[in-house]
């Protein structure tokens, strides 16, 4: 059965969220306080790089399933189920910065009336606990605009997302799971019943363990890439290698093969902001998150070892020319928070050297993101539009994002070049044919 629903936010989990549950039948409006957004949202223009999206928009678009606005009112007044899905940026403490949240809630309350029942969903991967704050404040705010029994207009329920950026639209349709967590276990069943047509595996709980589920599975799976990334270190010592040992690992069905790739660290919006989090919120209940820690700095150092392994090759970078094949911080996506990318290159430039960059989607917010480094740099810091014009002129190629489009390469032109392969794309011995020398990571 159709039902309405608004959707606070239109970045990747908010337009992802809305325009799959419209395409699902429920009725949808997208919010957003960026009106150049909602206008091009309004024209089926999809802002963000994520495959599928632009269609199912456009179909949910035609069936009138879905209409985007930056009018609160609006929404409020025409949705029963109101989707939070806002940035929770990490603080330079680690601490989620719930401002945007805050502002959320507190537009929401200002659009109340008296008769409205409205179940707030906190879609935002917030803090452990935060379910239970947002209850008393939205109360206080209700209370502040006259309301005697705020309590009986809403109800708070977590329903965190799990959507890879790159297969966001095919997360969301065929999901592992939905978590919905709330204090009231009929309102966590209306939220449930949204996800209804994908029967999926459904886990209903109350609040702080539907938030720490989230939590919990993204550091746990940030874990899995630095351990990997360690032992990827030790196989390179020992004359290991580190992609037959991982398989050996990952068919033990216990372990499983999935985020056992090593490589030259994670990005994202999800991992390093999550762990950042949890990290936070343990150390607040006197926990001292020592595995959580260690996850975080040896990502931090996983991320220049293809810059470490680069000067071995050379006296100096000063002078030398470097190509780098990829921005985002994973194919088939536009994002670049976090990405190693950004690590690298800074530490390319601080050495001397010139960068030639290339990214089949992210060129434009990499621009944005090295904006400081154009102006200090603006002779060293290359941006090119194909990946073979990084390579004229270049000493050496790092390939940071395993992009498809680089699977298949005329190996040819990496004659007389260094390769370091970030992300064990190639083939070693294939490479080493053409190449002055290649090192993957964790390769012998």
């Not at 917030?126 to 005697?148: N, Q």
Request: a negative charge.
């Amino acid at each position: 059965m159709s039902k309405r629903i608004a959707v606070v936010g239109t970045g990747y989990v908010g337009l992802v969220s809305g325009a799959c549950f419209a395409y699902l039948g429920h009725k949808v409006i997208g919010l957003d306080i960026d009106p150049e957004k909602i206008e091009r949202l309004k024209k089926g223009e999809v802002p963000i790089y994520e495959p599928g999206l632009d269609k199912i928009l456009r179909q949910a678009i035609d069936n009138k399933n879905i209409e985007f606005t930056t009018d609160y009112g609006y929404a409020v007044k025409n949705s029963d189920f109101i989707f939070i899905a806002v940035g929770t940026p990490s603080r330079d403490d680690g601490s989620a910065d719930l401002s945007y949240v805050e502002s959320a809630y507190r537009s929401i309350v200002e659009e109340m009336e008296e008769g409205d029942f409205k179940i707030i969903v906190n879609k935002s991967t917030v803090p452990v606990g935060t379910g239970r704050w947002a209850k008393e404040f939205i109360s206080s705010l209700l209370r502040e605009k006259g309301f005697k029994e705020p309590e009986k207009m809403f109800e708070v329920v977590s329903n965190p997302e799990f959507l890879r950026e790159g297969k966001a639209v095919e997360d969301f349709m065929n999901p592992d799971r939905v978590v919905v967590g709330a204090d009231n276990r009929d309102y966590a069943g209306m939220v449930a019943s949204l996800y209804e047509k994908l029967q999926p595996a459904m886990i209903i709980t109350d609040l702080p363990t539907a938030e720490m589920i989230k939590y919990a599975s993204n550091s746990f799976l940030a874990t899995k890439i630095s351990f990997i990334n360690e032992i990827a270190n030790i196989c390179e010592r020992a004359g290991a290698d580190v992609s037959v040992v991982a398989r050996g690992m990952g068919l033990d069905h216990r372990i499983s093969p999935h985020f056992l790739n090593a490589g030259c660290g994670f990005g994202g919006s999800c991992f390093p902001k999550d762990v950042k989090a949890l990290v936070y919120t343990a150390k607040q209940y006197n926990v001292e998150p020592e595995l959580l820690t260690a996850t975080l700095d040896v990502n931090e150092k996983q991320k220049v070892k293809p810059v470490e392994k680069l000067e071995k090759y050379f006296d100096a970078l000063n002078g030398k020319t470097v190509a780098l094949w990829g921005l985002a911080f994973k194919p088939d996506t536009d994002d670049m928070r976090e990405a190693p990318s950004i690590s690298i290159v800074r530490k390319l430039l601080e050495k001397g050297a010139t960068v030639k960059a290339y990214d089949p989607v992210a060129m434009e917010n990499a621009k944005k993101v090295f904006k400081g480094e154009i102006e200090k740099y603006p002779e060293k810091l290359i941006f090119c539009d194909d990946k073979y014009d990084t390579l004229e002129g270049s000493d050496a190629l790092i390939l940071v994002t395993e992009w498809s489009e680089f699977k298949d390469v005329d190996f040819d032109r990496f004659r007389n070049k260094v390769i370091i392969d970030g992300r064990n794309l190639w083939e070693p011995s294939i490479v080493r044919q053409y190449a002055k020398a290649y090192e993957g990571i964790g390769k012998p």
